[in-house]
């Protein structure tokens, strides 16, 4: 069965810190992934998403991640992170029409 | 402006109640989708829709029901066999296939 796995739930980084969010995922074939965030009481918006083609995604507010096939990851960073980055973080997992398979999510907090 | 609606943003019900919760998008996007989201356990999901008059039960559809009329909308009913119903619900729709998903603001639902 698919699987998605962040293995962080909570991580707390200094205000214009570097950041990465780690994304493991269990799938059969080549996935469609992505990440979204979700600030509190909210609904999910998308980051950026991987299909094919460059490793390296860009995203919306700054956000990058790659995908590492060898190592089944799919891991998001941003260079200076600002006090307005502080949500939850969700990977997502897909494949042809099936519904995207969701982690549980990381909690940042951005302190001063 | 296009985007997925969902009402009402807080809906408190007495235990043993049935409760709707309205989920209509101007998208017009094909597949429409229910989560239920709980603290530490990530978004998972209760029904989805690829089309329109039909659905499947996604990993925790007991206690719930939904339908899908009109392909704008996709309603979710709360039904009193839904052991532990209060949770906030995110709907989200798509155009199919794994392009991501728009999500609405999210209901939050609490069984007093």
């Known amino acids: 069965a698919q699987s998605v796995t962040q293995p962080d739930i909570h991580i707390t980084v200094s205000e214009g810190a570097s950041l990465e969010l780690r994304c493991n995922y269990s799938?059969?074939?080549?996935?469609?992934l992505f990440w979204y965030v979700q600030s509190p009481g909210q609904g999910l918006q998308l980051l950026l998403k991987?299909?094919?083609?460059?490793?390296l995604v860009q995203g919306i507010k700054g956000f990058e991640a790659e995908f590492k096939r060898s190592q089944s990851s799919f891991n998001l960073r941003k260079p200076s992170v600002h006090w307005s980055d502080a949500a939850e973080y969700f990977c997502?997992?897909?494949?042809?029409?099936?519904?995207?398979?969701f982690g549980k999510g990381t909690r940042l907090s951005v302190i001063a | 402006d296009g985007g997925i609606t969902q009402s009402p943003k807080y809906l408190f019900r007495k235990e043993g109640q049935n409760v709707t919760l309205s989920c209509e998008q101007n998208?017009?996007?094909?597949?429409m989708y229910w989560y239920r989201q709980d603290p530490g356990q990530g978004l998972r999901l209760i029904y989805y829709?690829?089309?329109?008059?039909?659905?499947q039960k996604g990993d925790i559809a007991e206690g719930y029901s939904v339908s899908r009329e009109k392909k704008e909308s996709f309603p979710l009913t709360v039904t009193s066999a839904q052991k532990n119903p209060t949770a906030f619900y995110l709907c989200?729709?798509?155009?199919?296939?794994?392009?991501?998903?728009?999500f609405g603001s999210g209901t939050r639902l609490t069984v007093v």
């Open positions: 989200a729709s798509s155009t199919g296939g794994a392009v991501g998903y728009t």
């Open positions: 799938y059969g074939a080549t996935p469609y």
């Open positions: 991987y299909f094919s083609g460059d490793t």
């Open positions: 997502a997992v897909g494949e042809g029409n099936t519904p995207l398979v």
């Open positions: 998208l017009n996007h094909d597949a």
């Open positions: 829709s690829q089309i329109v008059n039909d659905f």
